[in-house]
C-alpha cells in the first residue's frame, strides 16, 4: 500500500492500515515518489516557513540548492537498510524505535525477526511483555520495548488500530518522544517536520559555525529552528533521512570527510577551516564500575532464576542472583549475601564460572558468576518477581540481559556442573524449596 499522502492544507488523508501479516516491505524505486512524499510546491509554503528560510544566513535560493543537492546525493547513495522502502507506518515505527542508541549493524539483525513475530501493530497488542522482551533480546534499552507495547495497546484499544498521522498525537503514546514523533510522522505520513538527533544536530552545527555549548537553550533552538526551515517540504520524510545519512556516514564527529560532502559549499564551519572543531566537544565524564558476584544456583539439575520488576533498568528480564560487591568483600562472599538476600536460600559457592566485562550507557561492570548449591532455606523473593528453578532447557525461552545471555551461551556447551546433575527425588529429599 502507497503511504498515506497529505493534503496542501496539512490534513491527512487517512490514517495508516495495519500490514497484512508476513506482508515484505515495498521496495523504494526511482520511479515512484518516495515514502513520506507529499504534493507540495514551494510557492504554497507558509508565511512562518519563508520568514524561518529568511532567518538562514544563506539566500532562499541557495537553500533550495542545498536540497536539492543533499537529497540527490541521498538518493544515490542512501544506505540499503531493511526498513527503507517501508511503506506502513508500524514498521516504520518499529524501525525507528530500534535505532534509537543502538547500532545499525545490531538493528540490521533484529528488525526482521522481530517483524516476522510481530508482523501487524495488532498482534504486537495481543502479546505479552514477556514476548515481546524476548524478540526484543540484544538491542537494549528495554524500556523502548516495554513502551513500544503499550503504546500498541492504547492505539490498538482507543485508536481503531491506526497510529495517528501527526507528531503532535504521536507524542500522546507511549515511548513517542521528539524524535521518533517527528520521524514516524515525516517518513510515513509526510508531515514536514525535521527529526533533530545526533546526526542533525552536528551536521546543522557545522553548517550554521554554532560553536556554543548545544546543551544551552540559545545554540540548541538556533540548531532546531534552522533544521526545520531547511527541511523540504516536498520530501520531508527523505529530507530527514537524507541528513541523519549525512551525520552518519560523512559530517562524522571526527575528521568529516567534507571532500565528498554533498553541500559542503553552503557550510560556514567548512568555509572557516572549523569543520573539525565544531560543535564543541564535551568532556568526557568518569564512568563508574561496578564487580557484580551472581550465582548459577543448582538444585536437582535445575538454575535458579528471577524476573526483575517492570520499571527500572533491564525491568522485566530474567537474571541470575547477585548484586554489587561491597567494599572489603570476597567475590564469594557477596555472592553468597546476595543469594541469600533475594531469594532467602544459603548456598554454598563452589568455584567461579565465567567473568564478563559489560558496558551500559553510564557505568561499566565486571560480572563475576560463580556455581553455587543450596545449603537450606526457602525461596522467598526479594526484590525480583517469579522466583523459581528451571531446567537448562527452558532457560531459551525467556528473556535475558546482554550480559547474562553470555553466560548462557557458554552454559549451554559446558554444561550443569557433575554435582548439579542429580535426580529430583534427591533434591526433594534436600529440605530446600
Not at 27 to 53: E, F, L, W
Not at 82 to 93: C, D, F, K, M, Q
Not at 277 to 288: E, I, S
Request: proline share 7%; glycine share 8%; with cysteine.
Amino acid at each position: 500500500m502507497a503511504a498515506p499522502r497529505r493534503r496542501s492544507t496539512g490534513r491527512p488523508v487517512r490514517s495508516p492500515r495495519v500490514a497484512k501479516a508476513g506482508a515484505a516491505p515495498k521496495p523504494t524505486t526511482r520511479a515512484r515518489r518516495a515514502p513520506g512524499a507529499v504534493p507540495a510546491s514551494p510557492t504554497t509554503a507558509s508565511a512562518a516557513a519563508r520568514a524561518a528560510v529568511a532567518r538562514l544566513p544563506w539566500s532562499a535560493d541557495d537553500v533550495v540548492a542545498m536540497r536539492a543537492a543533499l537529497l540527490a546525493h541521498y538518493d544515490a547513495h542512501r544506505r540499503e537498510m531493511p526498513w527503507r522502502g517501508a511503506t506502513e507506518a508500524y514498521a516504520i515505527w518499529v524501525s525507528e524505535v530500534m535505532l534509537q542508541q543502538t547500532r545499525v549493524e545490531t538493528v540490521r539483525m533484529r528488525y526482521g525477526p522481530f517483524l516476522a513475530r510481530f508482523p501487524t501493530l495488532r498482534t504486537l497488542a495481543a502479546a505479552t511483555e514477556a514476548e515481546v522482551l524476548k524478540a526484543w533480546e540484544g538491542l537494549g534499552y528495554y524500556g523502548r520495548a516495554r513502551n513500544l507495547r503499550r503504546a500498541a495497546v492504547e492505539v490498538e484499544s482507543f485508536l481503531g488500530g491506526r497510529l495517528p498521522a501527526t507528531s503532535a498525537a504521536l507524542r500522546a503514546l507511549p515511548g513517542f518522544g521528539p524524535y521518533t514523533a517527528a520521524a514516524v510522522a515525516s517518513i510515513a505520513f509526510g508531515e514536514p517536520t525535521a527529526v533533530v538527533d545526533g546526526n542533525v544536530v552536528r551536521a546543522a552545527a557545522r553548517w550554521l559555525d554554532e560553536d556554543r555549548d548545544l546543551d544551552r537553550s540559545p545554540a540548541r533552538s538556533r540548531l532546531e529552528a534552522a533544521a526545520q526551515a531547511l527541511l523540504d517540504p516536498r520530501r520531508p520524510g527523505d529530507w530527514n533521512q537524507a541528513v541523519m545519512d549525512l551525520g552518519a556516514t560523512i559530517c562524522v564527529p571526527r575528521n568529516p570527510r567534507c571532500l565528498v560532502c554533498p553541500v559542503a559549499t553552503w557550510c560556514r564551519a567548512r568555509a572557516e577551516g572549523r569543520e573539525d572543531r565544531v560543535p564543541r566537544r564535551k568532556r568526557r565524564k568518569a564512568v563508574p564500575h561496578h564487580d557484580i558476584a551472581a550465582a548459577l544456583v543448582w538444585k536437582a539439575g535445575d538454575v535458579l532464576v528471577g524476573r526483575r520488576p517492570s520499571e527500572g533498568l533491564l525491568g522485566g528480564l530474567y537474571e541470575f542472583p547477585g548484586g554489587k560487591v561491597e567494599a572489603g568483600e570476597t567475590l564469594a562472599a557477596a555472592c553468597a549475601r546476595e543469594v541469600r538476600e533475594e531469594t532467602g536460600l544459603d548456598v554454598e559457592v563452589v568455584e567461579l564460572f565465567r567473568t564478563v566485562e559489560h558496558a551500559y550507557t553510564h557505568f561499566t561492570i565486571t560480572l563475576h558468576v560463580f556455581h553455587a548449591r543450596v545449603r537450606s532455606g526457602r525461596l522467598r523473593a526479594r526484590g525480583v518477581e517469579d522466583l523459581r528453578f528451571v531446567p537448562l532447557s527452558a532457560l531459551t525461552e525467556l528473556a535475558f540481559p546482554r550480559a547474562n545471555r553470555r553466560v548462557l551461551d557458554d552454559l549451554a556447551i559446558a554444561g550443569p556442573p557433575p554435582w548439579a546433575a542429580r535426580n529430583r527425588d534427591d533434591g526433594r529429599r534436600s529440605g530446600a524449596v
